[in-house]
């Protein structure tokens, strides 16, 4: 399973870090992501790393925005700088794990947490 951490409430120009951390019986974790979604809108992608540490970002978002993962302790964190009220949203983190018992990729996401950006 995947538990996000480290939402909150922030000033527009402020930063949040949100992390991720997978738990459970894992082989191997690839693609790591973030995904937003606001009051009235679709989920979107944020933020994309790959196994290899190759990064994607949305257009919203490029240069002000990193993310990161730790390969060993499985987190995914997403480190947000210059935060503008459009980033509110409730912000989930996204993994495709391969499980040990099966060897098999299964998708999993967070429960999501609250990022609000008062202007």
């Known amino acids: 399973q995947l538990q996000a951490s480290g939402g909150g409430l922030v000033q527009a120009g402020g930063s949040l870090r949100p992390s991720c951390a997978a738990s459970g019986s894992i082989f191997r974790i690839n693609a790591m992501s973030w995904y937003r979604q606001a009051p009235g809108n679709q989920r979107e992608l944020v933020a994309t790393i790959t196994i290899g540490g190759r990064t994607n970002y949305a257009d919203s978002v490029r240069g002000r925005f990193t993310i990161s993962r730790d390969n060993v302790k499985k987190t995914v964190s997403l480190q947000m700088n210059s935060l503008k009220p459009e980033d509110t949203a409730v912000y989930y983190c996204?993994?495709?794990?391969?499980?040990?018992?099966?060897?098999?990729?299964?998708?999993?996401w967070g429960q999501g947490t609250q990022v609000t950006v008062s202007s």
């Open positions: 996204n993994a495709d794990v391969i499980l040990s018992s099966s060897y098999v990729t299964q998708n999993f």
